[in-house]
């Protein structure tokens, strides 16, 4: 019987998770004659439970985090990659589209790319592949073709010119032109650009959210998965300034979650609670789609010290470090859990290309730029070894 206290992914969870399981068993020749798409379904369940039976575990569907990486060893199930899989979920209809899903300006965003939604307007696009282009210039060729050239030279300029630059010539009204809609789309199927979003997201979004979940006491998954969807989709500034219970911490959770919607603009605060009301209860409707996550890995009621995540290790060794005046950089984590881990920088490379008006948005873009260098450095160290 599944140990009620592992975490454990089952039917119902949509993710590419559940697509690597799927590959795997196939190669082994238990999901034969089904698609790969990343959607645990009856036909998943029915092969993980025939694996289960031939490999002396009980066949209930639910795969433990041993199990998994008894089917496939390179399957990551992290606290962080459980709750990435339910955010882009959210952020995505259909799950194997998350990487290299792009939108148009639908919400004045010019253009929305990836598993975690980098938009045009605040930079964050453009210095990500600014930084692909910089390690993996072939793909960039690849994947716009002749455009990749002029591409890539026009959002070297500032912001301004760079948001110009997608009005004029990747945008048709509020769709994408079709050669730079298919080339976002290649661009997104590449392993190497999927890792890297990964990265990114990690490095941006969830290290912050686990100073915040640690600040306010969470223990279960629950807590981390509340606060990284607010990092993510908005809603960050109240997490930020949520303050808490401190003789009952998982009640935090629930209170926390009426609260995040209040900061997100008026069109996105149904949508938001929803979001925030799952995660902090386990299940629930969000965008027409029942959820329920313990299917996906939220069951564990204490999750504080198994972060598998090699980041987030460091990351809780460096803000240790940090706090105890032990060499730490300050820069990157904060001696306050109560501030941004990433706060603005005082004084900005005087050749940096991202010269605009506002030193807040260039400080803002600057950031952008640092984080997914350090996520390209961190590929790069990770594939020496």
Not at 2 to 7: F, G, L
Request: glycine letters at 8%; charged letters at 20%; aromatic letters at 10%.
């Amino acid at each position: 019987m599944t140990d009620i206290r592992e975490p454990y992914l089952a039917q119902g969870a949509r993710s590419h998770t559940v697509l690597a399981v799927q590959t795997a068993l196939q190669e082994k020749g238990f999901y034969l004659n089904a698609r790969t798409d990343g959607i645990f379904g009856p036909k998943t369940d029915h092969a993980v439970k025939t694996w289960q039976l031939q490999n002396a575990h009980t066949a209930d569907g639910k795969l433990t985090p041993d199990q998994l990486h008894a089917v496939d060893h390179k399957i990551d199930f992290s606290l962080f990659a459980r709750c990435l899989a339910v955010v882009a979920a959210w952020e995505h209809d259909n799950p194997l589209h998350g990487f290299s899903a792009v939108y148009g300006n639908f919400d004045t965003a010019l253009i929305t790319y990836g598993i975690i939604g980098m938009t045009w307007h605040n930079g964050e696009l453009p210095e990500f592949l600014i930084a692909v282009n910089n390690c993996y210039p072939d793909l960039i060729k690849e994947s716009f073709g002749p455009n990749a050239a002029s591409l890539i030279e026009e959002i070297r300029h500032n912001l301004t010119t760079s948001r110009q630059y997608a009005k004029e010539k990747l945008l048709l009204g509020r769709q994408l032109r079709p050669w730079a809609e298919h080339g976002f789309r290649a661009l997104g199927n590449y392993p190497e650009i999927q890792q890297i979003q990964i990265k990114h997201a990690e490095n941006k979004y969830w290290l912050p959210a686990i100073t915040q979940a640690r600040r306010l006491g969470f223990k279960s998954p629950n807590g981390f998965l509340l606060c990284f969807d607010a990092a993510v989709q908005g809603g960050f500034s109240a997490v930020k300034r949520f303050t808490f219970d401190a003789l009952n911490p998982e009640a935090n959770i629930t209170k926390l979650a009426d609260t995040i919607d209040d900061v997100v603009y008026p069109r996105w605060r149904t949508d938001k609670r929803e979001r925030s009301m799952i995660a902090a209860t386990g299940s629930g409707n969000a965008q027409g789609r029942q959820y329920d996550l313990t299917s996906w890995g939220f069951y564990s009621t204490d999750e504080l010290k198994q972060f598998s995540s090699p980041a987030a290790s460091e990351f809780t060794r460096r803000s240790s470090a940090a706090r105890a005046g032990e060499g730490g950089r300050l820069g990157e984590i904060p001696s306050d859990p109560d501030q941004p881990a990433n706060p603005e920088p005082d004084n900005l490379p005087e050749d940096s290309p991202l010269n605009e008006s506002s030193g807040h948005a260039l400080a803002r873009l600057y950031r952008a730029r640092n984080y997914i260098n350090q996520t390209i450095s961190l590929l790069e160290k990770e594939s020496s070894t």
